[in-house]
């Protein structure tokens, strides 16, 4: 580690590209591309609870949901931000052997909670919601599913920096690429805190 800390180092430090805000401009971009996002999701959201309890005579939230399932995926979610930081810093100190090892933790926390989600709509399917049943399931899955095909993108930006550490192209002075996508990251997780509190606390609780 010693050796490849020091190779790192002697690295030459990235070019900066401030714009007038004295913000990278690469970091600027993002907040852009995330904001952009916010209003997208807010559309979605803002479509399921018109429709949600449109059901057709299908499926209804009371009778389909599971909270404390959904609920351990959505911790094990959360964790995932955690060693999102953990690995940020770790790159940060020069470190990237712990670096390697908390963003593969980072990548598996987000498989086994899009593993869950496969669990869970197959369950859905079984019972009788589909993308087709009614307002209320062509709403739901959209929502949950958008935001599964984000999550499996940032599995795969993640996926991503690790190969890229491991052929040693991920030196300390590229710190801000894995800053960037931990803002992709944090951001899915954020997300998805609102879509449980909305999609399954809030009608479960009006039982």
Not at 27 to 32: C, F, M, N
Not at 115 to 131: A, C, N, P, R
Request: aromatic letters at 14%; hydrophobic letters at 50%.
């Amino acid at each position: 580690m010693a050796i490849e800390t020091a190779a790192h180092g002697a690295a030459p430090a990235a070019e900066e590209h401030e714009t007038s805000l004295g913000l990278d401009n690469r970091k600027l971009a993002i907040w852009v591309f995330l904001g952009s996002e916010c209003m997208f999701f807010g559309a979605l959201i803002s479509t399921f609870l018109l429709f949600h309890t449109h059901t057709n005579g299908g499926p209804t939230p009371h009778s389909i949901f599971n909270i404390p399932y959904t609920s351990v995926s959505t911790f094990v979610l959360l964790m995932s931000s955690l060693t999102m930081v953990l690995a940020l810093a770790a790159i940060q100190h020069g470190d990237h052997r712990s670096f390697r090892i908390w963003i593969v933790c980072t990548a598996l926390l987000g498989m086994t909670f899009i593993g869950g989600q496969v669990y869970e709509f197959t369950g859905f399917f079984k019972d009788g919601l589909t993308i087709k049943t009614s307002a209320f399931g062509s709403a739901f899955f959209m929502l949950t599913g958008f935001h599964g095909a984000h999550v499996t993108i940032g599995i795969l930006m993640l996926l991503t920096l690790f190969t890229l550490s491991k052929q040693g192209k991920l030196p300390t002075s590229e710190s801000l690429k894995v800053e960037l996508v931990g803002l992709y990251w944090h951001f899915v997780d954020v997300v998805w805190i609102v879509i449980f509190t909305v999609v399954y606390l809030i009608p479960a609780s009006k039982k």
